[in-house]
């Protein structure tokens, strides 16, 4: 009977179904209405100097409700109610094996103590200890890595058992003593409270021997290393903790290691030869387990068996510790979760890198054999390791029974083989099998290739969040963390993988927008600079782009920009959030757009054309104290490249400046100037809502405002860009 009842429930939000269809009606007749005006302006232009603008500016319109189009698909279902039954799962002894992967680079930006904590959350998840299994991947093969994670396991012998011992729900050591949060039933007894003074002070025993072992020994991240294989917790008898393993896969600088795909593909093989548990969880060093729940939780959909046969997997959502309250990054990502709930209506979310539990058949792409299938061709799909294909078939049961095997030197010639750098060459591993390896955003474009397979995921968002990580706190990261991203998406969008070109025959249409949607979000940095150039200039020149008040369209752009804004403005409410998101939102969209979305586009032209190499830098996630305290006190840190500062600055510069002009020669009487009344409102708007980048420029004298190189040289390029206006 344990079986008989579901394991999860969803439920429609039907009063934002409602909201969000009728929303699409009324907006996008008033978009076709803009779009109409645009084009039959285009007629009464006499000459190319004022019929060259209205083009430009129809561009940017086109782009902008393309881009609009696409969104709608992930806010026409909108599934936001899903609930989970981890008391009817089988008994323990029942349960499937899981994997965790959590995977680290470079020592010098993803701090070790950090990294330390990740894996000992993971080691004491709420499950049973011998069906969960840890796998380090250090990518840079550092000794400061392999030491710390050895002092991690000796922690995690006391730790674990304390966790289980006094239920504790938060199992990140240094979280839950930083917190001062008591979660256990038993708090106020006195065994808890010798037990936990004990243990606290084990951790700062730990946190001390790791600093040590970070001061005396080299944080270089190596890109030539051997393959290093090592199972921390062997043991000879029955495991009361998780088996840890760390893994170094080989480097060369002749072979291209594919980042963090190429890592995860082999923590595949690896763990399919030690304990090939059919469902993974995949963490970024940054982001600790916060709830010991997570694994049954996601094992409520695995096992549900309405979903079972279908579910690749199940996408937790990324929250995050470091916060402030200002968010004036907007580092929550507040926008992409409501579009998760849409997605839940359809075929499911993206994947989206990291807090996900994803099922092993899945990435290996076995269904597409038959059991009379012959040897040559599996090993075209997964390599010359015959025990690895054993372990394909062997219905996700460990290789090993015994941990004193793990040291069999047949099994680690094996593994060393597995972890070689061009074991994937002339396989079918990162095109077909395993994580892919065409883009830098391997998880989207992964997950992209899962569901037009055929597969469905899940999108959770449980009351208190599953895992916690770190966000940007600095514009310079957060620019350079984006960069990273939408060049990624790029490589999909300029590809043969396009969504609304690969997409809709092996998916649904609604599904190809969603991805759309976010392939082609770099598009936006062409709309963005058209709209933050050309109707300033023409207010220079006295070219007016948009109908005078008295005009009837004048009533359908003004409702276009109220319906657009008031919609943000209730999503924002909706979920939660005070109406500050809203400027913080816009204010990171049109930096992103001007900045990462430009140079993502640009470096992958480029790359098409065999000019620049795919590269792929972590994002640093070493915590600086004064960057940190202005981020609390919500001032932004302008010590970001100047490739980006400047053309932020520069745009900034032009549109204060067409304003004050314009609106000077409004004041004097100049020629349509009731026309130009409205031109006007654009660079007033980017002036506002970007007034922090006036006062780094200007009034702010402390480290994080904009340095005085990148004032003075937007400054001259403004003036270069102004004195057109009047030349032309």
């Known amino acids: 009977m344990e079986n008989s009842l579901s394991l999860s429930e969803c439920h429609v939000k039907k009063k934002n179904l409602i909201i969000n269809r009728f929303h699409f009606f009324i907006h996008g ?3 076709i209405a803009l779009l109409h005006y645009r084009i039959t302006s285009l007629t009464t232009t006499t000459t190319t100097t004022t019929r060259a603008p209205h083009v430009l500016i129809l561009i940017s319109e086109l782009i902008l409700s393309f881009i609009w189009l696409l969104g709608q698909a992930s806010y026409w279902r909108p599934v936001v109610t899903r609930t ?17 992967f959590v995977c680290t680079a470079d020592p010098s930006k993803e701090p070790v103590l950090q990294v330390m904590n990740t894996v000992i959350s993971a080691l004491a998840l709420d499950y049973p200890p011998d ?139 690896i763990s399919g030869m030690i304990s090939n548990s059919p469902y993974i969880l995949v963490l970024d060093c940054d982001f600790y387990c916060n709830d010991t729940s997570s694994a049954r939780q996601a094992m409520c959909f695995h096992l549900d068996s309405n979903l079972s046969e279908k579910i690749a997997f199940v996408q937790f959502p990324q929250t995050f510790h470091n916060i402030s309250d200002t968010d004036i990054y907007d580092g929550k990502l507040r926008y992409i979760w409501p579009k998760f709930e849409g997605l839940n209506g359809l075929r499911g979310p993206f994947l989206s890198g990291t807090c996900f539990y994803i099922k092993r058949e899945a990435l290996y792409g076995t269904r597409k054999f038959h059991d009379d299938v012959d040897l040559h061709r599996v090993k075209k799909y997964f390599g010359s390791s015959d025990e690895f294909i054993k372990s394909i078939y062997r219905n996700y049961k460990p290789s090993n029974s015994n941990d004193k095997k793990f040291l069999d030197n047949s099994l680690q010639k094996e593994l060393h083989l597995l972890a070689s750098c061009s074991y994937d060459n002339d396989t079918k591993w990162g095109k077909e099998v395993g994580f892919r390896y065409f883009a830098v955003v391997e998880d989207y474009f992964t997950g992209f290739n899962l569901h037009c397979e055929g597969w469905i995921s899940v999108y959770y968002e449980p009351s208190r969040p599953c895992f916690l990580g770190a966000s940007p706190i600095s514009l310079g990261e957060l620019l350079v963390q984006h960069t990273r991203w939408n060049v990624g998406l790029s490589q999909v969008a300029l590809s043969r993988f396009s969504p609304m070109i690969y997409g809709p025959m092996r998916m649904s249409v609604f599904q190809s927008m969603c991805y759309a949607e976010v392939a082609y979000s770099p598009l936006y940095f062409l709309a963005l600079y058209i709209l933050a150039l050309v109707p300033q200039l023409c207010l220079l020149q006295g070219i007016s782009l948009y109908p005078e008040v008295s005009n009837p369209y004048f009533l359908v752009f003004l409702f276009v920009v109220l319906s657009s804004q008031v919609r943000h403005v209730q999503d924002v409410l909706s979920t939660g959030h005070k109406i500050q998101a809203w400027s913080n939102e816009h204010r990171i969209w049109m930096m992103k757009s001007l900045t990462c979305y430009l140079y993502a586009t640009l470096d992958v032209i480029m790359e098409n054309f065999g000019l620049k190499n795919n590269s792929f830098v972590p994002t640093n ?51 349509n100037s009731n026309e130009m009344a409205v031109q006007a409102c654009i660079p007033l708007f980017v002036a506002v809502l970007n007034f922090p980048l006036l006062e780094g420029m200007v009034s702010r004298k402390d480290k994080g405002r904009v340095s005085s190189f990148v004032s003075l040289i937007s400054v001259l390029i403004a003036a270069v860009v102004l004195s057109f206006a009047f030349l032309v």
């Not at 989970?84 to 965790?100: A, Q, T």
Request: proline share 6%.
């Open 131 to 269: 069906k969960l299994h840890v796998y380090l991947s250090d990518d840079g093969g550092s000794h400061v890595t392999f030491r710390a994670v050895k002092r991690a396991w000796i922690f995690s012998e006391m730790w674990v058992p304390f966790c289980r011992k006094y239920r504790v729900d938060n199992p990140c050591p240094e979280a839950y003593f930083s917190s001062g949060e008591e979660e256990s039933a038993a708090f106020g007894s006195s065994e808890f409270l010798v037990d936990k003074n004990n243990i606290e002070k084990k951790y700062e025993e730990f946190k001390n021997s790791v600093a040590k072992i970070v001061g005396e020994t080299s944080s270089y991240m190596s890109r030539d290393h051997p393959s290093l294989v090592e199972v921390i917790s062997d043991s000879n008898g029955e495991r009361k903790l998780p088996l840890l393993v760390y893994v170094a896969r080989e480097k060369r600088p002749s072979h291209p290691h594919n980042f963090k795909a190429g890592a995860i593909n082999v923590l595949l093989r």
């Open 29 to 31: 007749i008033s978009l």
């Open 84 to 100: 989970v039954y981890p008391g009817r799962l089988p008994r323990d002894e029942k349960l499937p094996g899981i994997d965790v």
């Open 621 to 671: 996630k070493v915590v600086d104290e004064d960057q940190a305290k202005r981020y609390r006190m919500g001032v932004y840190d302008f010590q970001a490249p100047a490739m980006f500062m400047v053309p932020l600055c520069t745009l900034y510069v032009v549109n204060v400046a067409s304003f004050v002009v314009g609106i000077g020669t409004l004041i004097f009487g100049g020629e």
